[in-house]
């Protein structure tokens, strides 16, 4: 009896340790999300949370603690990161470019984010990103998605002269470059300031101007697309290295796997474009000439500002990041072939084709 009695004590301990060391190897990730509550461009974030607390359950857990205004303002979530403040974050690179100035060169990559895990631009920009950071880069969302000029009022050429423009970081240049008067906010406050008239106008991608009734403000939209909007997921690089190999696969996995939902971005896209035209948003147009014009700036413009703020890297960055030649038949910023996206994205390029009446 008293043998039976040590055996089972014995047991019972071995199953307490095997629970408390499981329990210990759970590592809990601190995150935020940039935009508000709500937003379009949080969604793909949230279902990389949510795949990853699923497939890492007892081994990984993201506590997604909030989204940006909320828990703190955006443009700080990179200095927050750096700090380990919090350990986690989906941030576009241009809301912490005083602390990583080559984010500014990110924006103009005529390579999409597959293109740039192959061609050497990923590697090299990893590592500035370990340097500055401190942080390593996870993936990214929202590669395809470009920027537009939404306004109030109606222009027929790229001279912007007298406009109040909402702009964030990244194309605060181009916006002086057509003359017109940037503002800067964060996402959170472009409502009030359409509402009280403290702009005319915001530049944005083609998805999220309904989430927050924006639309409701501007009747235009120039239709000639610029820069990418790119949200990349960075982690605390001391926090990487602190995690164990299978952990550190999981995120790395879903981390390719959030890059790949870019090719839904193009089908969104597609059909956020036909949304505002049934809303009474017009496209404006420009001459040829305007429009090659009204494009070159926005090209120069960035690249000028890469070189003057992050003179160590810039030009190895616009090697890398450019040199893609025209694009002829693809789809989106990157050109991207319907061959490609049947095979990396099926139903995509099923409901894309559908879209496009082809």
């Known amino acids: 009896m008293r043998k039976m009695l040590q055996r089972l004590t014995l047991a019972i301990a071995a199953v307490c340790l095997l629970s408390a060391t499981s329990l210990a190897a759970q590592v809990t990730l601190k995150a935020v999300a940039t935009f508000p509550k709500g937003s379009t461009f949080n969604a793909e974030f949230e279902r990389f949370v949510e795949k990853v ?8 857990k993201i506590n997604l603690l909030g989204h940006g205004g909320a828990v703190m303002h955006p443009f700080e979530m990179g200095k927050a990161v750096r700090d380990g403040v919090i350990d986690l974050c989906s941030c576009p690179s241009s809301f ?15 390579y999409s984010i597959h293109e740039m895990r192959e061609n050497g631009a990923f590697d090299y920009i990893e590592k500035i990103t370990n340097e500055k950071l401190n942080a ?3 993936g990214r969302s929202h590669d395809e998605d470009v920027f537009h000029i939404y306004l109030a009022k109606k222009v027929d050429k790229p001279d912007l002269s007298g406009i109040k423009i909402r702009t964030a970081p990244l194309h605060r240049a181009f916006a002086t470059a057509i003359k017109a008067t940037p503002v800067l906010l964060p996402p959170g406050q472009i409502y009030t300031a359409l509402e009280r008239g403290t702009v005319d106008g915001f530049i944005w991608t083609m998805r999220g101007i309904f989430d ?49 939902l870019n090719y839904e971005t193009l089908v969104e896209n597609e059909e956020e474009r036909q949304r505002q035209k049934k809303a009474g948003i017009e496209a404006i147009t420009f001459s040829d000439a305007d429009a090659r014009t009204y494009l070159d700036m926005a090209f120069q413009a960035g690249w000028d500002e890469v070189l003057k703020r992050a003179p160590q890297h810039g030009a190895k960055l616009k090697e890398l990041l450019t040199g893609k030649g025209e694009c002829e038949g693809g789809i989106g910023p990157h050109c991207i072939t319907m061959a490609e996206i ?17």
Request: glycine share 6%; proline share 3%.
């Open 136 to 138: 390593h880069w996870l």
């Open 212 to 260: 927050f009734s924006w639309h409701k403000f501007v009747k235009y939209r120039i239709d000639y697309p610029f820069y990418t909007a790119h949200t990349e997921v960075i982690i605390n690089l001391d926090k990487w290295n602190a995690l164990d190999q299978t952990q550190k696969d999981l995120l790395e996995a879903n981390g390719r796997w959030i890059d790949r």
């Open 53 to 60: 607390n699923k497939e890492g359950a007892g081994k990984l």
């Open 96 to 110: 912490y470019t005083k602390l990583f100035p080559e984010g500014y060169a990110l924006k103009q990559s005529q």
């Open 342 to 358: 049947e095979e990396r994205a099926p139903e995509q390029a099923a409901r894309l084709k559908t879209l496009r009446g082809n």
